[in-house]
């Protein structure tokens, strides 16, 4: 009996929907392996189909096409170590999320997913059946475990494991970012341990997926939740673990210890990843975006400058007689030190334009936010023109903020394929301008330094659509307006609430019924990254038409 397990594990990037690539990267990962001398190549939670799949995976061609897919794996990985991969599985007419255990030519073992997730991007009992918790399968002399990913959140399942003779813990996850996450799966993980006393390996992918990245982030614990080796965030990465039995079970000997970076860093990598993987997935290498001169604006091709090279980023200034000479020289110093294509626009033609065209209509009529919109419009129109042209994914610019209450013009400032900042509060778009001004990575394709004029971050915000016109004219200041915010959305807290610690009623009713009445603009938003567990779409369901009110503002 071998006293020594050698496990590689694949932090790897799929694509969904790219079954042959996705099997592609898990041959490569398993013939590292071999060459390293491992037992078993770990991938993923659904790493065949990519992941979150939502509905296509309950189309009968492509669950049978992931399904032969991992058969062929199986044959083609037959001298070498086990491979283990996620993906669909069928049993009669029941699709279940699945773990595969290939091993000598075939497919040795099927573990199915009991605890399917059912919240906030997750939507698992729609498209899933839970399958029985079993007990382990057998790779060498190992009996290994494998939670899939819920399934290690629950005590039950490993408990089982442990006691039908699991001796560690493989758990394949499919795991989106949001803030602060590690520490959540890191106590969960923690529990896992102390309650079996078995060592548990944490295997989770990376990469962007529609509004969501996978942060990576895998590590191994042993028995007494001591940390052995652990992985980075956001990162590929194919790593060995050695485990050596002693005579109280199975450890892990110590690895790779990535440096874990903070909040800020982390929220910040999640956006540029997230719009570098939109971008590459969906077929595009070249991004524009308005540049106005503001903070919003500013991060934003700060964040396509990191993730794309400035070289394939295009900033767009598109000015009207109300934008202030201040905004049409920090639009050109943000464009100069990103090193971005920087173009002008004017709109002033285009605005008489239509000017002219609507004054029949609107004779006998005050200018009013009517004639505001227009300019934002006409903005959204050439930019898209642009895009069009040259094949250029436009970029919109609005944060959460801004989105939460609709102070932005649909088929305007809105316009565009993807949205980093869509899930940041503006206060923490401030805080987030000024640490990217402060520190540079290897992983930015941007330049270094102060990016962002401090002027930039500093001056009132407007969107200047009429003459001295500040966003404070028609919302609370954002330190108030974003704390009101957290509690109404992310909280669903409620106007007494809210009340309770210090905010004006008035002003609370007011921003709740601008939540609510700006339900159809965010239902025609862009996609943009998820930094929250209450992040707009897939987290946060609310119906467009809807004349609650709370009743005890």
Not at 63 to 89: F, K, N, V
Not at 97 to 117: D, E, F, M, Q, S
Not at 156 to 185: C, H, M
């Amino acid at each position: 009996m071998s006293d020594q397990f050698r496990l590689t594990l694949a932090q790897l990037n799929p694509v969904v929907g790219d079954i042959d690539g996705n099997a592609e990267k898990a041959r490569r990962a398993w013939e590292t392996g071999r060459d390293a001398g491992a037992d078993l190549v770990a991938l993923p939670e659904m790493f065949i189909t990519g992941y979150n799949t939502q509905d296509l995976v309950m189309k009968p061609i492509f669950h049978q096409a992931a399904i032969e897919a991992i058969e062929t794996l199986a044959r083609d990985c037959a001298d070498g170590p086990a491979l283990a991969i996620g993906g669909p599985a069928l049993e009669g007419a029941a699709l279940y999320n699945a773990y595969y255990i290939c091993r000598g030519g075939r497919i040795t073992a099927t573990v199915l997913k009991h605890h399917l997730p059912n919240e906030t991007v997750f939507d698992e009992v729609r498209v899933f059946e839970s399958g029985p918790v079993t007990g382990p399968y057998v790779v060498g002399d190992l009996r290994i475990g494998s939670p899939i990913c819920e399934d290690g959140w629950y005590e039950d399942v490993a408990e089982t494991l442990a006691e039908t003779g699991a001796e560690i813990l493989l758990i394949p996850n499919g795991s989106p970012y949001y803030r602060q996450k590690f520490d959540v799966r890191a106590n969960k993980m923690v529990a896992r341990v102390i309650e079996t006393g078995l060592p548990v390996v944490y295997l989770n992918m990376v990469g962007g997926q529609d509004d969501q990245v996978f942060d990576g982030a895998s590590f191994v614990l042993n028995p007494h939740g001591e940390l052995a080796v652990q992985l980075p965030v956001f990162d590929e990465e194919i790593a060995h673990v050695d485990f050596t039995r002693g005579a109280d079970g199975w450890r892990a000997e110590p690895g790779m210890k990535a440096h874990l970076p903070g909040v800020e860093e982390q929220d910040y990598r999640a956006m540029v990843e997230s719009l570098r993987d939109y971008m590459r997935k969906t077929g595009f290498s070249k991004a524009l975006l308005g540049l106005s001169g503001g903070i919003d604006s500013a991060i934003v091709a700060t964040i396509a400058a990191d993730a794309l090279g400035p070289e394939n980023l295009r900033c767009v200034m598109l000015p009207s007689e109300y934008t202030s000479e201040d905004s049409l020289a920090d639009a050109t110093a943000v464009a100069e030190r990103l090193g971005c294509r920087y173009d002008t626009v004017p709109i002033g033609k285009s605005r008489a334009a239509v000017t002219e065209t609507l004054a029949p209509l609107f004779e006998g009529t005050a200018p009013d936010v009517t004639e505001e919109n227009i300019q934002s419009r006409l903005r959204g129109l050439l930019l898209m023109a642009l895009s069009n042209k040259f094949g250029e994914m436009l970029l919109t610019t609005g944060n959460k903020s801004e989105v939460a209450v609709g102070y932005a013009t649909i088929y305007g400032d809105m316009s565009g394929g993807y949205n980093p900042i869509k899930d940041m509060y503006k206060t923490r778009v401030f805080a987030t301008c000024r640490w990217r001004n402060a520190n540079h990575r290897p992983w930015m394709k941007g330049p270094g330094g102060e990016v962002i004029p401090p002027r930039v971050i500093d001056k009132p915000p407007s969107a200047e659509l009429r003459p001295d016109q500040k966003d404070e004219d028609s919302l609370p200041p954002y330190e108030v307006l974003d704390s009101i915010l957290e509690m109404l959305v992310d909280q669903e807290a409620s106007v007494a609430d809210c009340v309770a610690v210090g905010h004006d009623r008035d002003v609370v009713r007011k921003i709740e019924h601008l939540i609510y009445i700006s339900e159809y603009k965010r239902f025609q938003s862009a996609p943009g990254t998820r930094l929250s567990p209450r992040a707009f779409w897939l987290d946060r369901r609310y119906p467009i038409v809807n004349r609650w009110r709370d009743p005890g503002g």
